[in-house]
T-cell receptor
Framework: DSGVTQTPKHLITATGQRVTLRCSPRSGDLSVYWYQQSLDQGLQFLIQYYNGEERAKGNILERFSAQQFPDLHSELNLSSLELGDSALYFC???????????FGSGTRLTVV | AQSVTQPDIHITVSEGASLELRCNYSYGATPYLFWYVQSPGQGLQLLLKYFSGDTLVQGIKGFEAEFKRSQSSFNLRKPSVHWSDAAEYFCAVGALFSGNTPLVFGKGTRLSVIA
């Protein structure tokens, strides 16, 4: 157990739908990062939150949004889902960048 | 722009043989460098990291990596591979002293181990 909890582990949904992925960071970590992992694109950075505030944005689609709550857990919202959104979505947390990230086990999203 | 290149998509080695996985990076600032391993169906686990100092760093599971600034490389090595090392390996780079900036990952190298 890495200390980063992601739920659900698997999600199957239809095109056009909306889903929410949840991440609880490791105790004490203030930063949360979301990554999308697909076979052709590898690990793509989506968005980062630090202590409730958006810190950096990567290749995140406008259909996707995220937030970090006061208890530091984070949610990634994916809407108007397309087949191409099928991927593994990872959350990672860190206390400061130099120590690297602790990853959760991911949410596998399948859009049918 | 920062980038990480892992030239080898897939490597197959025999159990007991030595291993070297290549990583080249492009980064404007002083880099933090990391190697992560991902077993099937799992998240990424940190193997080792380099900030400064000794350019040869030791990690978990018997892995080591050497930072070579002149070659912009941070290759991962293991003297004797075990079947349990079969996994996907990712090199990543971040910015030293800029704190909490997103890591940039390479596309990964898949390691297969044969008897």
């Amino acid at each position: 157990d890495s200390g980063v909890t992601q739920t659900p582990k698997h999600l199957i949904t239809a095109t056009g739908q909306r889903v929410t992925l949840r991440c609880s960071p490791r105790s004490g970590d203030l930063s949360v990062y979301w990554y999308q992992q697909s076979l052709d694109q590898g690990l793509q950075f989506l968005i980062q939150y630090y202590n409730g505030e958006e810190r950096a944005k990567g290749n995140i689609l406008e259909r996707f949004s995220a937030q970090q709550f006061p208890d530091l857990h984070s949610e990634l919202n994916l809407s108007s889902l397309e087949l191409g959104d099928s991927a593994l979505y990872f959350c990672a947390s860190s206390d400061k960048g130099g120590d690297g990230y602790t990853f959760g086990s991911g949410t596998r999203l399948t859009v049918v | 722009a920062q980038s990480v290149t892992q030239p080898d998509i897939h490597i197959t080695v025999s159990e007991g043989a030595s291993l070297e996985l290549r990583c080249n990076y492009s980064y404007g600032a002083t880099p933090y460098l990391f190697w992560y391993v991902q077993s099937p169906g799992q998240g990424l686990q940190l193997l080792l990291k380099y900030f400064s100092g000794d350019t040869l760093v030791q990690g978990i599971k018997g892995f080591e990596a050497e930072f070579k600034r002149s070659q912009s490389s941070f290759n991962l090595r293991k003297p004797s591979v075990h079947w349990s090392d079969a996994a996907e390996y990712f090199c990543a780079v971040g910015a030293l002293f800029s704190g909490n900036t997103p890591l940039v990952f390479g596309k990964g190298t898949r390691l297969s181990v044969i008897a």
